[in-house]
């Protein structure tokens, strides 16, 4: 298996209301077939049924409560960007779970929920570098050492 993730795909149970919600934040998508496709660099989010993804996957559909054990990430270029963020977050009906504020690590980062529960993380971290087009170059961890 080559080392890359093509698409991510999160089960919603209102397509509408989740699609309303990204564009809020200003991704743009094409649905198709009942299933919307935004391009997130050189990877695509998907939203889809939750319970139709249950089933493409051969799992059960259902509800699990509280946190599903990942988190997606949104670096920007500077702590402004992550508190310019949140406030549209938070106004398109996001949930901001973790106030913005330097970590442990000693970067400034925030978490917030989307309108089905799907955690984020935006943070500022000078560390991951972003390219002009928006990828993370991550760094070579062994020579910190």
């Known amino acids: 298996m080559e080392q890359r993730i093509t698409l991510v795909t999160l089960g919603v149970s209102d397509l509408a209301r989740s699609k309303a919600f990204y564009e809020a934040l200003g991704w743009r998508g094409q649905e198709v077939q009942e299933t919307v496709f935004f391009q997130a660099g050189g990877l695509g989010?998907?939203?889809?049924?939750?319970?139709?993804?249950?089933?493409?996957?051969?799992l059960e559909?259902?509800?699990?409560?509280?946190?599903?054990?990942?988190?997606?990430?949104?670096?920007?270029r500077s702590d402004a960007e992550?508190?310019?963020?949140?406030?549209?977050?938070?106004?398109?009906?996001?949930?901001?779970?973790?106030?913005?504020?330097?970590?442990?690590?000693?970067?400034?980062s925030s978490a917030f929920t989307d309108p089905d529960g799907h955690a984020w993380e935006v943070a500022h971290n000078p560390a991951f570098p972003l390219a002009e087009d928006g990828t993370v170059t991550l760094?070579?961890?062994g020579a910190a050492g």
């Open 45 to 58: 989010l998907v939203l889809w049924s939750h319970e139709k993804l249950a089933r493409d996957c051969g």
């Open 61 to 76: 559909p259902g509800r699990a409560s509280g946190f599903g054990g990942i988190a997606l990430a949104h670096n920007v």
């Open 82 to 108: 992550v508190d310019a963020l949140l406030a549209v977050v938070e106004k398109a009906g996001g949930t901001i779970t973790k106030p913005a504020a330097v970590n442990a690590v000693g970067f400034y």
């Open 139 to 141: 760094p070579d961890f």
